[in-house]
């Protein structure tokens, strides 16, 4: 079956480290690939968007990679900060009218 | 603000109640779409619309009913909802379908 698998658990870092969220996925072929923030009671925002061509994206502290291969993405905050605590969803465009959502990990930076 | 609004923000309904949830969109996209969020769960893709065509619909129950009058409004009509519909109910809009989506802010739904 079709999967996309985001660590359920929140992840708890140090202000200032680097954080790092796993997307993985099985059965998909997707055209690209997209990642959003969402803070509690509010609507997704998007963040970065990477094409299966694109192995690295990055956006100020922000940085996406992409591997076909293995079929995973990561998502990779630098000098993270307690605004960046929220809820990261990662996006799966796979072809039709479809987006595909991972349920999203919780990140905690604390200060 | 993304430019995508919905009303209300909160709603609670009994069973028998029947009501609609409201977005409007102020980006110029051709593209409408209907989510549910439930607790821990991913986003659920309920409809999409394309120039104001239904293009999706997935496997939604009949108590939920879209409309799209024009690009820019999309409506959810709700009538005899279950205590399972209680979740947040996302809009979202893109320039065309598969493009990068912007969210309204949800409306909150409690279905007694």
């Known amino acids: 079956s079709q999967k996309i698998e985001q660590n359920s658990e929140a992840l708890n870092i140090q202000e200032g480290k680097t954080a790092t969220l796993t997307c993985n996925y099985t059965n998909y072929s997707p055209a690209y690939l997209q990642w959003y923030r969402q803070d509690p009671g509010r609507g997704p925002v998007f963040l970065l968007l990477i094409r299966e061509n694109e192995k690295e994206k990055r956006k100020e502290r922000l940085k996406v990679t992409f591997d076909t291969t293995l079929k995973q993405s990561l998502f990779h905050i630098t000098a993270s900060q307690p605004a960046d605590s929220a809820t990261y969803l990662c996006a799966l465009h796979t072809g039709g009218f479809k987006t595909i959502f991972g349920a999203g990990t919780r990140l905690f930076v604390k200060a | 603000e993304t430019g995508v609004t919905q009303t209300p923000r909160h709603l609670v309904m009994g069973m028998t109640n029947k009501k609609s949830l409201k977005c409007e969109q102020h980006l110029g996209h051709n593209a409408m779409y209907w989510y549910k969020q439930s607790a821990k769960k991913p986003l659920e893709l309920m409809f999409v619309?394309?120039?104001?065509?239904?293009?999706e619909n997935n496997s939604v129950p009949s108590r939920f009913s879209p409309e799209c009058p024009n690009s820019s409004h999309l409506f959810l009509h709700l009538h005899t909802l279950q205590p399972e519909d209680s979740a947040l109910y996302l809009c979202?809009?893109?320039?065309?379908?598969?493009?990068?989506?912007?969210f309204g802010p949800g409306t909150r739904l409690l279905v007694l």
């Open positions: 619309y394309s120039l104001e065509e239904r293009v």
């Open positions: 979202a809009s893109s320039q065309v379908v598969q493009e990068t989506q912007y």
